[in-house]
């Protein structure tokens, strides 16, 4: 079975205080059978984090990273960094980056290859924005997002990949995607890793975001297609988060 993954990505949120005290309730609040637990503080706290999370169940992403090991490059973080303090993920290609801070589909693709470089799992966000669902090119440009990413990625690397589809539309907008709207797009990347890539798509986690909250996550959840979520605003409160994983927990339990 593919795992199961509930991820927090907490943004430009929290002070190491906060994060703290947000990572030790999540810690100490529920422990979940089945469902892996990621939570993506930010850099300024990640270090503390991972002292707090140490031992238990929670695992630690970061939220971005630079492409080189090393260098002349103001204000980045390297995978290498993120390693040496116990992150084991990262996010990469959030909407958020490609919008504010010029991401594509290339620094996408680069920063892929350096995680996977450094044993990194990248969670890899693909996603439409509302304009391009509304002239019907959802899956064009989320087929061209997925080759982009994984250029000159070999299949064997996907045992170690996450792909999150978070439709722009549904992000920090209240707005949840249908069940029915995020598993035909699920299904269509695993058709893309499957056809075009010749990865075993069926080994894949692909994780919904946007707008997930505790009283949507049971349908999406519920969906064999969709194999857990990214959390972006709910991940912030330890009872709303906690919640997001109990209930997730308890669907893929079979219960
Ligand atoms: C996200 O940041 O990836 C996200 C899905 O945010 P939210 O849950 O707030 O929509």
């Not at 993506?40 to 140490?54: G, M, N």
């Not at 109990?246 to 339990?253: C, P």
């Amino acid at each position: 079975m593919r795992k199961k993954i509930i991820a927090g990505n907490w943004k430009m949120h929290k002070t190491v205080a906060e994060a703290i005290a947000l990572a030790s309730g999540i810690v100490d609040s529920y422990k979940p059978k089945r469902v892996e637990v990621v939570i993506a503080p930010p850099f300024t706290a990640l270090y503390k984090v991972a002292e707090v999370i140490r031992d238990t169940h929670v695992r630690l992403a970061a939220q971005n990273m630079f492409h080189e090991p090393e260098g002349a490059y103001t204000g980045e973080v390297s995978p290498i960094m993120l390693k040496d303090i116990g992150v084991e993920y990262v996010i990469i290609g959030h909407s958020e980056r490609r919008k504010y801070f010029g991401e594509t589909d290339t620094t996408v693709n680069l920063k892929v290859k350096s995680a996977l470089k450094h044993n990194l799992i990248p969670i890899v966000c693909v996603g439409e924005t509302l304009d391009e669902r509304e002239h019907g090119i959802t899956m064009d440009v989320v087929r061209r997002q997925i080759l982009g990413a994984f250029t000159d990625i070999t299949a064997d690397a996907f045992e170690h990949i996450v792909i999150a589809y978070e439709p722009v539309w549904a992000i920090g907008t209240g707005k949840v995607a249908t069940p029915e709207q995020a598993v035909e797009v699920h299904r269509f990347i695993r058709e893309v890793l499957r056809n075009e890539l010749n990865v075993e798509a069926e080994n894949v986690p692909i994780l919904y975001g946007g707008s997930i909250k505790p009283n949507n996550i049971e349908s999406l959840i519920k969906e064999p297609d969709i194999d857990g979520g990214l959390v972006g605003g709910a991940s912030l409160r330890v009872d709303q988060f906690v919640e997001i994983v109990k209930i997730s927990d308890r669907i893929v339990g079979g219960n």
